[in-house]
Structures are given as C-alpha cells and as structure tokens.
C-alpha cells in the first residue's frame, strides 16, 4: 500500500493495434484466471493509486467492456487515432486524470507491476521531474511524471510529439532496481510464450 503523501494516479497505455502479436496484448492471459488488463489495473490500485486511466482503440474497447473491470476508479478512454503518435494516447489518458496528481504511465506490454519499486519512485519524486526505473543500466516502465509535467503534456500542441523527446527538457530521476522485469516487453506471441516460462 502507497505511503506517500502525494496524490497519484496511473495511465494504462493499450491502444496499440497490436499486430505483431495477432490479438489485442490487453487480452492476453497472465494466468488461468486474469488477463494483462485485470493484473495491471488490479496491481495500482492495490498500490493505492486513486484513478486509473485505460487508453484503448475502438476495437478495444468491446473487450473492455466484456471484462471484469469494473471498478469505478477505473476510467476507459478511447483513442480514435491510434495511427498517430504514442504521445496522443498519453496525452488523452493525462487530460482525464484529476488536476493535481502525479501519474505512473503504464505499457499494455509490460504485465508486472512491482508495489515496492512504485513506492520508491514515488518518494523521489520532485515539484517539476520525472522517474525512470533502471535495471543493469537501462531505462523500464513504468515512468512517473510529477504534476507540473502531466500538467505540460496535457496543454501541448499537436499529436506528433515525442514522449522521450518531449521529456528530455526536464529532469529525470533515476531510481535503481534489480527488478529486470521492468525492461520486458511482449509485442510477439514469441515474446508470450517466453513470458509464460518465467519464474
């Protein structure tokens, strides 16, 4: 359970067309019982975080709202425009989190979410940075963007942005973990099948 006393909220990335993977990834099962959606959405809000934002296509959507995600801190946002840059999709998830909280932005692909690496970030967090988790030197997911930041992304011109270009005019924290499931991601049903063999 979340220890901070800043307000939080997390941004589920899954608009993706996901045709590598031939399936929608949010669809995908993590275990007998629960898909990538239900374990990411059910791991923040375990956390603590107040909302949760799911960014989806319209084909999406259907899938959504056949599953058990139900709870009524979780909103559904759908992105008309998948084709257009990752940055619009952040951008549609950020303008429906309440004004004031800072947000996990979290990737369909990466079904893992580690509550101990969650509070970390959270408490290194500053007024006007970013956090990036990191793993034998490389950067994983999911990232945390303070208020100031979620503030400037929602009143950004244009779709056509780049996340990473966009952020690198702030400051980025780096926060150390041995956790090198934040570097996974499955965009291929080779990908899966690996993910399945893990401990």
Not at 53 to 74: F, G, P, Y
Request: glycine share 6%.
């Amino acid at each position: 359970m979340m220890k901070s006393k800043i307000k939080l909220g997390a941004v589920l990335l899954a608009a993706g067309r996901s045709k590598r993977m031939g399936m929608p990834k949010l669809a995908l099962p993590f275990d007998e019982k629960r898909t990538f959606l239900e374990v990411i959405t059910a791991g923040y809000l375990n956390f603590g975080c107040r909302e949760i934002v799911v960014v989806v296509n319209e084909e999406n959507q259907r899938l959504v709202d056949a599953s058990k995600t139900t709870d009524s801190r979780i909103k559904i946002v759908v992105n008309e425009h998948p084709e257009w840059q990752r940055f619009y999709s952040v951008q549609l998830g950020l303008n429906s989190v309440n004004p004031g909280n800072s947000v996990f932005i979290h990737n369909i692909d990466n079904p893992f979410v580690d509550n101990a690496l969650l509070q970390k970030m959270a408490e290194s967090l500053s007024n006007d940075s970013y956090v990036v988790p990191v793993c034998r030197g490389h950067g994983g997911h999911p990232i945390l963007l303070s208020s100031f930041i979620v503030h400037k992304i929602v009143n950004a011109s244009g779709h056509s942005n780049h996340l990473k270009t966009f952020l690198s005019g702030y400051q980025r924290i780096n926060v150390k973990t041995e956790n090198a499931k934040i570097l996974i991601n499955i965009n291929t049903m080779e990908g899966f099948r690996k993910f399945k063999q893990l401990p």
